[in-house]
Every structure is written in structure tokens, then in C-alpha cells.
């Protein structure tokens, strides 16, 4: 399955070039399907860039996880943002405090 990813990107920038136009939204959601673990109808692409010097990159969103994707060359990635940044996102949880133990709980207990 990789090496067919890896054949797709290596006509991809030849296909760029020769049209001079950056790739589809089903391109994009037809490469992103392999590396993300999604049906590309189960994704929406969004922020797409091409440019010559770079490469191109975008945004690639699957149930709710949002991945950032970039192609140069016939390197190929998508990522989800780190866990310490969905984090922060998330709203921080209420601390719970230990309960003091019961007064009872003492007796017996010789202090020298």
C-alpha cells in the first residue's frame, strides 16, 4: 500500500508542473486517505497551497481529527497537531481534593 502511495506522489509533481496548476480536492483526499486511515469521502480539505518552491501543503480533516499534510518531492506527511496542544484546547478538568480522614480514624493512635 505504501509503495502506491509513493507512485502517486511521484507523478504528483510532475502532473504540477506540467499543468501548472495545484492538485484536486480528490487528489488530496486521495492521497491524504492512505496516511490519515480515512475514506477520502470521509474527508474535507481545507487551506491548500501549492507553490513551486516548497511543494504543497494542506489540511486534511477525518472524524473530528484534523491533520496537517504536506507533499515536497516524493516525501509525503500527514500529522495530527501535538497532544500538548489538544490539551490546552481542553477545558481543564475540576481537582479533586482528598478527603480528610474521619476523626475516628485517629483513635487508637499513640503520638510520643
Request: hydrophobic share 40%; glycine share 8%; net charge neutral.
Given at each position: 500500500?505504501?509503495?502506491?502511495?509513493?507512485?502517486?506522489?511521484?507523478?504528483?509533481?510532475?502532473?504540477?508542473?506540467?499543468?501548472?496548476?495545484?492538485?484536486?480536492?480528490?487528489?488530496?483526499?486521495?492521497?491524504?486517505?492512505?496516511?490519515?486511515?480515512?475514506?477520502?469521502?470521509?474527508?474535507?480539505?481545507?487551506?491548500?497551497?501549492?507553490e513551486m518552491t516548497s511543494g504543497v501543503s494542506w489540511e486534511a480533516e477525518c472524524n473530528g481529527h484534523r491533520y496537517y499534510c504536506s507533499a515536497a518531492g516524493q516525501i509525503v506527511a500527514c500529522k495530527e497537531p501535538p497532544a500538548a496542544a489538544a490539551k490546552k484546547e481542553a477545558a481543564p478538568a475540576a481537582s479533586e481534593t482528598a478527603a480528610s480522614p474521619a476523626p475516628w480514624a485517629w483513635e487508637g493512635i499513640a503520638f510520643r
Open positions: 500500500m505504501r509503495s502506491q502511495v509513493l507512485a502517486v506522489l511521484a507523478v504528483l509533481p510532475l502532473s504540477l508542473a506540467a499543468t501548472g496548476c495545484g492538485p484536486t480536492q480528490a487528489q488530496y483526499r486521495s492521497i491524504s486517505s492512505g496516511l490519515i486511515g480515512c475514506a477520502p469521502d470521509d474527508i474535507q480539505i481545507s487551506n491548500d497551497k501549492a
